[in-house]
């Protein structure tokens, strides 16, 4: 008697880096995990037809934002996640540790998307675009650190955005060494926005730890690029990521330049996460989405597998859940994605508004959630 499934997915190319797979199998899904990869394999309540497509891990964008109705930054998650295979959505720092149990409340609780997130330094989070640490009695370390611990089911860690004037007077030296206190006392990781801060890059990564990310990795803004002078990436960058440092795109409206991506890559410096910072001021350009900040990295000449693994099982890793996200192994969680690569010229735009004339994209056909069929075009 053949096998019955809840959802069963064929005829596409599954791409699964975790695992080193890549071939033309069916994936079934059962009980809200992956239940078999293979051919024939039976019988499912309902089907999608990946013919002449892409079958991934759900993706996850570690970097995001969709604390809607109280940040400024905030999106509605179901209404982009399902359409663009984000099965896993990583706010980072738009709730703070005074209005965190809102967001948990009446964002993640309700939501189909799968929401985690960084609690911000700040304590009111991002509510508008700038200075949410000008009020130093926002900024404690003990607090941050302790909603970090006070929700461990969501709470991933802590965030801080180090840009000029975001504490007013305030050295942002100083802002990132309260930071590391927050992050040490839960003992967790923190991400660490650099792009258009004031003081070079090489004095905001030295004093990282193992885990902790730095965001924004390819902003095109002097004196915290990566990039030196001679086009080169800079000592401290090798350093830290020999020391186990991530180094994440979070694209943004003003964080993600084609000319810092070439310059690193052609150094052999690569991203270890792709990542949108997709938020209200550029979800409708220049980012739109996690899947077309993809398609930059592949017409910038990253293979393919190196694309889909950055955006799914080394995120997962970042976030501390490559047991059951980020791949296809039996038993994962079955959180999938369907994608054509289409082929054409389209007009791929960076953070500072240079345009890439490629020849390939990737489109979302499908998704599942959960192991159930989540959103189909």
């Known amino acids: 008697m053949a096998e019955q499934y ?5 005829g596409g190319t599954v791409i699964d880096p975790a695992n080193g797979v890549q071939g033309a ?3 079934a899904l059962k009980d809200g995990v992956v239940a078999a990869i293979g051919r024939d394999l039976g019988q ?18 570690l970097h995001t934002h969709v604390y ?7 999106i509605e998650a179901d209404d982009l996640c399902p359409r663009t295979g984000v099965t896993t959505s990583v706010d980072t720092g738009t709730a703070g540790w005074i209005n965190y ?25 991002l509510p508008w675009r700038r200075g949410e640490m000008v009020y130093e009695g926002y900024v404690s370390a003990s607090e941050c650190a302790q909603t970090v611990l ?3 089911e969501t709470a991933l860690g802590v965030k801080v955005r180090l840009y000029k004037g975001v504490g007013g007077d305030t050295d942002i030296r100083d802002l990132l060494q309260i930071a590391l206190e927050a992050a040490n006392r839960c003992e967790k990781p923190l991400m660490v926005h650099v792009s258009n801060a004031d003081v070079p890059l090489r004095n905001l990564i030295q004093p990282l730890r193992p885990g902790d990310i730095v965001t924004h990795c390819f902003h095109g803004t002097q004196p915290a690029s990566i990039i030196d002078d001679q086009g080169k990436v800079i000592s401290e960058a090798w350093d830290a990521r020999d020391r186990g440092v991530i180094f994440d795109i979070g694209h943004g409206l003003g964080s993600f330049s084609y000319d810092v991506g070439r310059a690193a890559m052609e150094d052999g410096f690569p991203p270890d996460t792709i990542s949108s910072d997709i938020h209200s001021y550029n979800i409708d350009g220049p980012v739109y989405d996690l899947p077309t900040t993809m398609s930059k990295f592949l017409n ?20 501390d859940r490559e047991d059951d996200l980020g791949h296809l ?16 010229t389209f007009e791929l735009t960076d953070a500072t508004q240079q345009v890439l004339m490629g020849e390939q994209r990737l489109v979302c056909r499908a998704s599942v959630r959960d192991g159930k069929v989540w959103w189909q075009g």
Not at 6 to 10: C, P
Not at 300 to 319: F, H, N, W, Y
């Open 6 to 10: 809840d959802v069963l997915i064929t």
């Open 68 to 74: 809607k109705d109280v940040s400024s930054f905030g």
């Open 25 to 27: 199998w069916d994936v």
């Open 101 to 125: 149990r809102g967001l948990e409340r009446y964002v993640m609780e309700p939501s189909s998307t799968r929401i985690l997130a960084y609690v911000n330094l700040s304590g009111v989070g």
């Open 300 to 319: 910038l000449g990253m293979p393919l597998g190196e694309v889909i693994q950055r955006s799914t099982i080394e995120p997962a890793q970042v976030i």
């Open 150 to 152: 006070n929700h461990p």
């Open 44 to 61: 499912a309540d309902s089907a999608i037809d990946a013919s002449g497509c892409l079958v991934t891990p759900g993706l996850i964008d």
């Open 329 to 344: 192994r039996v038993g994962a969680a079955g959180d999938v994605a369907v994608f054509e690569l289409e082929k054409g």
